[in-house]
């Protein structure tokens, strides 16, 4: 789906899907448990995360 996109698409997208999550459990996370009885939880492993220190320039 993204191997012929540039390097820079294919850390930025993963980057900004972490990015929505981490701000859905910080504002909402009370909320949507309320509404669905789930907890919000970010679909990308902790294992899987980029670290933004192991690319020197991200």
Known sequence: MLRGSPGG???ARPQ???TYFVF???R???ELHAMTGR???C???????LD???FGHL
């Open 9 to 11: 698409t294919r850390l």
């Open 16 to 18: 900004a899907l972490s």
């Open 24 to 26: 859905l459990e910080l």
């Open 28 to 30: 909402h996370e009370v």
């Open 39 to 41: 907890v919000v939880e």
């Open 43 to 49: 679909p990308i492993g902790e294992m899987n995360r």
């Open 52 to 54: 933004c220190f192991s």
